[in-house]
């Protein structure tokens, strides 16, 4: 299957984001969860999942919730153009 038929199955498109026509991916549909959320297959090296696992722990997160807060504080901070802190 090509990359391009494979984002026509895989990935939802928010009405609220016109923008993603730009990269070709109008009309791009996909299933959601019960809660209304995209799962999303993710690919990490052992090292970062490793720390990552560890930091969920220490704020008492699952590591998929924590990298869903991750993600969104970085979506948050693009939106109001801040730089990420460096690492």
Do not use: T
């Not at 969860?33 to 490793?50: I, Y």
């Not at 969920?56 to 109001?80: G, M, P, T």
């Amino acid at each position: 299957m090509g990359m391009a038929r494979f984002m026509e199955l895989a990935m939802p498109v928010p009405p609220a984001y016109p923008g993603f026509a730009r990269f070709g991916m109008e009309g791009v549909s996909g299933a959601l969860d019960d809660k209304g959320k995209k799962q999303v297959p993710l690919r990490l090296s052992a090292s970062l999942w490793k720390e990552l696992v560890i930091w969920a722990q220490e704020d008492f997160r699952s590591l998929n919730c924590h990298i869903e807060y991750l993600l969104n504080e970085s979506v948050k901070r693009r939106r109001k153009g801040k730089p990420a802190p460096p690492p």
